[in-house]
């Protein structure tokens, strides 16, 4: 029985559910908390923790915004200047999205999203890998975040279940798998090879979780990868593919970073890639790919819009997805429309086009130079290394820490890389994410953080940064050499 005078409160920290209490996500975490506090305080905060590009200046493209305008005021359609005010290629796709969309973005969509824009996106599939794509096996949601936690909560059925992620890997990964009770199975990546791919660590990962008596249901990979920057080539793509048909996993390809390449190197899709590949690993290879339209050119963050696509997935599993998409109603679809834009621009010959290219082509050619000029300063820093960022919008370099800050770090209770971020923090303003909050090779520190920051604001940050490393290295005195290293 409980007293009438009890007036304690009912809900605490204490008692909030244990998956809860165990998910972390540092993305936002203690130094991104920090840097909320430091910016109340009205001190200056720059937010480099986190790929969200229209925050850190990068305008949005002009003709996706014009349709989303037109398509949000469609009263701006009966006035008399609409031609004087949009291209005309603006205009129709508005009114083709108002034709297709119900209600207008004020109403309910299907909980898998409009069927209209579902077509686009396979249309988009199809024209990028000659393949043939349905739309009954695509998904539309909040972000291809929601995409990623609705699969993981339906293939987690227990403790028992595992899933295969990068290391480093993107904490919405260990987050969500926590969050439903399952088994995060990390794989290394090899940072001394560009973070390459190792196909010995993920058997060996796979056997040790297995004589755990671990179900490893599916394999994670992120390409171009985050936080580390790295594209993979069709050869490890096709590893990762047999991998997984001839250990009965589905391969989960996050390929949100896809339109963010600064190499040589193209993007290789798993889908393209399965396509190419004999049977019986092209029709029985079980995939699942991400995409979203928060990054690229496109930045589109806060509107909020991905999609996951199912290939060779059985039609039962498709059924029970779609039961749990219905239990949110409908994604919004400001972000539906926002994804249509994104995989069916404007075509040669209509007004847009060629702005349009000239937007996409200058916003690549910054985030490159940006990519060079910020792994190019950490290489410079006592101490510091950093791989080639090669895609996504990160870079990530390891750190060589001194023993007194090691030390220091430890009588606070804290890791090193995140007591090495509280003082980027306090110093300079930069707001960064630990190493270890995207997990990383024992004995090894790192950091992220993003290239977004304006080009013409990119030396300041760049200073910042080496001005900081600089000082810290005269207080806490030179870096230990790291002891050997094991990924297995």
Not at 35 to 46: L, Q
Not at 214 to 239: D, F, H, M
Not at 337 to 346: C, E, I, T, W
Request: glycine fraction near 8%; charge should be positive; hydrophobic fraction near 35%.
């Amino acid at each position: 029985m409980f007293s009438k005078k009890d007036t304690s409160k009912v809900l605490l920290r204490d008692n909030v559910s244990p998956k809860v209490l165990q998910t972390k996500y540092d993305v936002r975490g203690e130094i991104y908390l920090a840097a909320v506090k430091r910016a109340n305080e009205g001190k200056e905060v720059i937010y480099t923790n986190v790929g969200n590009p229209h925050a850190l200046g990068e305008q949005p493209l002009t003709f996706n915004r014009q349709v989303l305008s037109l398509v949000m005021a469609p009263f701006l359609l009966n006035d008399p200047r609409v031609n004087s005010m949009y291209p005309s290629d603006a205009i129709a796709r508005a009114r083709e999205y108002l034709r297709h969309v119900k209600g207008g973005l004020g109403a309910y969509s299907d909980s898998r999203g409009n069927p209209y824009i579902r077509q686009e996106i396979a249309d988009f599939i199809q024209r990028r890998d000659g393949v043939t794509a349905s739309p009954d096996k695509i998904f539309v949601s909040n972000g291809a975040s929601e995409c990623v936690r609705m699969f993981l909560n339906c293939i987690i059925r227990g403790p028992n279940d595992g899933v295969m992620v990068p290391i480093p890997q993107y904490p919405l990964y260990s987050a969500s798998i926590a969050l439903y009770g399952g088994e995060m199975v990390g794989y290394y990546l090899d940072e001394d090879t560009t973070w390459s791919l190792d196909m010995d660590i993920l058997r060996s990962s796979l056997a040790a979780a297995r004589a755990k008596g671990i179900t490893v249901r599916a394999l994670v990979y992120i390409n171009p990868g985050n936080p580390t920057g790295q594209c993979l080539n069709k050869e490890n793509v096709e590893n990762l593919l047999r991998f997984c048909h001839d250990n009965r996993m589905v391969l989960c390809a996050d390929e949100v970073y896809q339109a963010n390449i600064y190499t040589p190197k193209a993007f290789v899709s798993a889908r393209k890639t399965l396509a190419s590949m004999p049977e019986p690993y092209r029709s029985n290879t079980e995939l699942v790919s991400f995409h979203s339209v928060s990054k690229g050119p496109f930045g589109e963050c806060g509107l909020r819009g991905g999609y996951i696509e199912f290939h060779n997935i059985d039609d039962g599993f498709i059924d029970e997805m779609y039961k749990l998409a219905s239990v949110n109603l409908s994604p919004n679809v400001t972000g539906q429309v926002a994804l249509g834009l994104m995989v069916n621009p404007p075509r040669p010959g209509q007004p847009s086009h060629n702005q349009y290219q000239s937007e996409v082509r200058r916003c690549i050619e910054s985030l490159k130079r940006r990519a060079r000029r910020i792994v190019d300063a950490f290489n410079s820093m006592e101490g510091v290394s950093c791989q080639p960022t090669e895609g996504a919008m990160y870079s990530f370099p390891r750190i060589r820490l001194p023993r007194k800050f090691i030390e220091r770090a430890k009588s606070l209770g804290k890791s090193p890389d995140v007591l090495y971020c509280l003082e980027l923090l306090d110093e300079t303003g930069l707001s960064c994410v630990p190493g270890s909050g995207f997990q990383q090779v024992p004995g090894t520190f790192h950091i992220r953080t993003t290239i977004l920051p304006k080009e013409d604001k990119f030396d300041d940050i760049v200073g910042r940064f080496k001005s900081f490393h600089e000082g810290f290295i005269r207080r806490y005195g030179k870096p230990e050499p790291e002891a050997p290293r094991s990924r297995l």
